[in-house]
């Protein structure tokens, strides 16, 4: 099981991190919702619970509770600014449709 960084997507969580003063790391989970099914949830971590999983990729610790970690395993998550937009992106090798928007995903 494993959930990976790019180089983007670390940075981001550093240098927020960073600026917030506080914190352990970034929270990855799903919830139902959308067209497709599925959502991903992005925060900050203050502490981990015990019934999170932890991976640490490039320095960076990635926290995901276990009820979500079957729907995103594998996943590689990216940081990417396009114009005025920036986001984390996905790249998550159990999707198997998303809706027109982007929004939510099937699994």
């Known amino acids: 099981m494993s959930i990976s960084l790019t180089?983007?997507?670390a940075d981001r969580v550093r240098s927020f991190l960073g600026r917030r003063g506080?914190?352990?790391g970034l929270r990855l989970s799903v919830k139902k919702t959308g067209c497709s099914g599925f959502?991903?949830?992005v925060n900050y971590a203050d502490e981990v619970g015990n019934d999170d999983v932890v991976f640490e990729d490039q320095g960076v610790k990635v926290i995901v509770d276990r009820d979500?970690?079957?729907y995103i395993d594998g996943t590689e998550v990216?940081?990417?600014?396009q114009g005025l937009n920036e986001a984390f992106r996905f790249r998550n090798p159990n999707v198997k449709g998303e809706c027109g928007c982007g929004e939510s995903f099937t699994v």
């Open 39 to 41: 959502a991903y949830v």
């Open 22 to 24: 506080h914190g352990v």
């Open 68 to 70: 979500s970690l079957g």
């Open 7 to 9: 180089s983007a997507a």
């Open 78 to 81: 990216d940081f990417v600014k």
